[in-house]
């Protein structure tokens, strides 16, 4: 595709329920970042994966959150046992750098999540 | 955590005048980017600076970086409603970007 896609759009889930975000980088984008932005704030990193790999998950704030990345193109986040607290828009964002941030990340238009 | 901070937290012009913001953030870095960020959604790239740089343009946009004081600057000329954002500032280190808490700014017609 010509951007990052992020799918859904909007997610409304109940406490306590599992929740996955999917991201679709652009094709042949080695590295791949999930963010998080909460309301008036900045993009808070999660993960960065490089290919397959998660090189980086220390952003990751508890167990329950897991993100995967089998192929190394599409990439999905798994929360578990969702907490109001994550709502939040969820935004993916690749990069063609093969190893260290000197490139543009494109990003994804997000995915707002609701737990109610 | 956020390390940068940007200055002013919101910025309201009119139409045609310059914009500066101000970006101050914690350790070394690579490089510095800033964004742009239309209702709440995604970002969009607007210029990279490297560590060994001290001033870039690109358009109506200028960046500089001061590396001793660890403080990057945005000044958007001859702003247009359409600049209407909010606009973030992003260190990277070896390759994990970290973002500031914004600059909203709203250009008047």
């Known amino acids: 595709g010509a951007g990052v896609s992020q799918t859904p759009s909007n997610k409304v889930t109940e406490k306590g329920k599992y929740v996955e975000l999917r991201c679709d980088p652009i094709?042949?984008?080695?590295?791949l970042y999930w963010y998080r932005q909460s309301l008036g704030q900045g993009p808070e990193f999660l993960i960065y994966?490089?290919?397959?790999?998660?090189?980086?998950d220390s952003g990751l704030p508890n167990d329950r959150f897991f993100a995967v990345r089998p192929e190394g193109s599409v990439s999905t986040l798994k929360i578990q046992r969702t907490e109001r607290g994550d709502s939040a828009v969820y935004l993916c964002a690749s990069s063609s750098s093969g190893g260290g941030s000197y490139n543009e990340q494109f990003f994804g238009p997000g995915t707002r999540l609701t737990v109610l | 955590s956020q390390q940068g901070e940007e200055d002013p937290q919101a910025l309201s012009i009119q139409e045609g005048e310059n914009a500066t913001m101000n970006c101050s953030y914690k350790t070394s870095i690579n490089n510095l980017q800033w964004y742009r960020q239309n209702s709440g959604r995604g970002l969009v790239h607007l210029i990279l600076?490297?560590?060994?740089?001290r001033e870039k343009h690109s358009g109506r946009l200028r960046v500089t970086l001061d590396t001793s004081k660890k403080s990057s600057s945005l000044l958007i000329t001859a702003s247009r409603a359409a600049d209407t954002a909010s606009y973030f500032c992003a260190t990277a280190g070896t390759y994990k970007y970290i973002f500031g808490t914004g600059t909203r700014l709203k250009v008047l017609a």
């Open positions: 600076i490297r560590s060994n740089e």
């Open positions: 094709s042949g984008h080695t590295a």
């Open positions: 994966f490089q290919g397959t790999g998660a090189a980086d």
